[in-house]
DNA sequence: CGGACGCTTGATTAGGTTCAATTACTGTGG
DNA sequence: CCACAGTAATTGAACCTAATCAAGCGTCCG
């Protein structure tokens, strides 16, 4: 009997079917049959974990799979001819990535753990043939991708009409939010990424970022506890009216459901 | 006989087939047998045509059809709470808008003609009933949406990491592969959208965009024609490497093949 | 213990915005 | 067809936000 939300995944190394997994109404709510099920648990493959720092994919690979994350966290970032990284998106346990590789049959982009994560591996050809027979599947596939069209467009938003204080609070809500859904605190939680990568991802230097979360201190919107990194939102009323964010799309900043 | 590539497109508000209309080869690239032509020609609507300014779709609207655009151009944007627009992206004619929707049924933007814009409607109903049957067309639609997923991730890297003339010599060299693709010039093009748009698009106040365009005219770079909408592009390799491109991706600035 | 890296804070600079004024279009009605 | 009004585009000057440069501190890890 697991003793928390996530700790069949401890086992994920071993042989944990889909059904026993958690993470199976986050990663693939597909309110598939239970025969569905079984012939997806077969097609997946898990792995050994990631470990910080290393590349689960590169911009440009050839295209083979689509990850769920079990545990842990990733970035993913595109790179300009003249060697500058921008990061798309960061994602965490529960969700999917890979998909957009699809197009050309290449991933577009590169994605790296920050810190230890395990992963369920679904090769695209069994999932291509499974979804022939299961439209729920492709509409699934379908709807992620129109999210995160959408959710990119917001970042657009961000990129091009927000001030550093904004930018900041909006990411902080929608990570807050996106732990909610997954039945974690909102308001509490660790910052898996570093001030660099967040800066680079919200467009501002890694100074900036550290000056506005000092303001929030200042302004009591936010505390640190033990490090750096694990950030309490005291205020989450606050950051929301900073942010300046559309009701139900405040997980569009950082979320990237499909890699 | 056609006089020119797109000549059929005058007949747009008479019984014009799909297999007649040059933008067949365009808008549904789909290798589609004879009779799918015929049942896609069945259920597709042309109204009559848009005028400048005019709403095709606001933000929220419920989701009813794609367009695909036979003639003129469109630009689309999203609204923040705080009122503040941000344009995501510019269609031009054999480009299709509005598959976006389909993630809950609604329009998640707001698109509106830039100058007189004649479309071809598919319900999505009919086109969905279609898909069913048709594997080649379930593929275009998701090639499309993940085009369009890399084309705004190369938006964010411009708007978070390129200078004012980066943006701008990025846009007109996109601009330019796009037409030229279309079989147009890729030296001489009419920009639709106005100064106020183009900064809007790439994150600048209109009164950069206007002195960046200055700048290039004095590194010969750009010449206006006519009017300060009708450009000419002298050294496009100039621009080119002004513009920090991936091979091939030029085209992902302001293309926004998903509405 | 030492070195590297990550984070913070201060001082200075710069790219782009904002404000303001002028000129060039576009379209409309007489 | 021209006059006029309103909008779009350009250019200049002042200003400001965030970047850059620089220094110091903390922390992780060999």
């Known amino acids: 009997m697991p003793q928390n939300k996530f700790s069949s995944v401890k086992g994920c190394g071993t042989a944990v079917s889909c059904q026993d997994c958690s993470l199976s109404s986050l990663c693939l709510p597909l309110s598939l049959h239970e025969q ?8 997946i493959k898990r792995g050994r974990p990631y470990q ?6 590169r911009q440009g690979d050839d295209f083979h799979s689509v990850l769920a994350i079990r545990s842990g966290s990733v970035k993913s970032f595109i790179t300009s001819p003249s060697g500058e990284e921008q990061i798309v998106g960061f994602h965490f346990a529960g969700e999917m990535i890979g998909l957009n590789g699809l197009f050309n049959k290449k991933y577009p982009i590169t994605t790296v753990a920050l810190e230890t994560t395990t992963v369920c591996d679904i090769p695209y050809d069994s999932l291509d043939a499974l979804a022939d027979d299961l439209p729920e599947l492709r509409d699934q596939v379908l709807q992620s991708m129109s999210q995160e069209i959408s959710e990119d467009q917001q970042m657009m938003l961000l990129l091009s009409k927000k001030t550093s204080e904004q930018r900041l609070a909006t990411f902080l809500v929608s990570v807050s ?3 909610h859904r997954r039945g974690y605190s909102a308001s509490r939680f660790r910052l898996t990424m570093s001030r660099n990568d967040l800066g680079n991802f919200l467009g501002l230097a890694v100074e900036t970022v550290s000056r506005i979360f000092s303001k929030f201190q200042q302004k009591e919107l936010i505390r640190f506890l033990d ?12 950051l929301y009216e900073l942010a300046d964010l559309q009701d ?7 979320k990237r459901v499909v890699g």
Do not use: V
């Not at 490090?227 to 939102?233: A, M």
């Open 227 to 238: 490090s750096s990194r694990d950030i309490e939102l005291i205020d989450i009323a606050g």
């Open 248 to 254: 139900g799309t405040a997980s569009a900043c950082g």
């Open 36 to 43: 569905d099920i079984d012939r997806l648990d077969a097609i």
């Open 177 to 179: 939010e996106r732990f």
């Open 52 to 57: 910080k720092g290393q590349t689960l994919w």
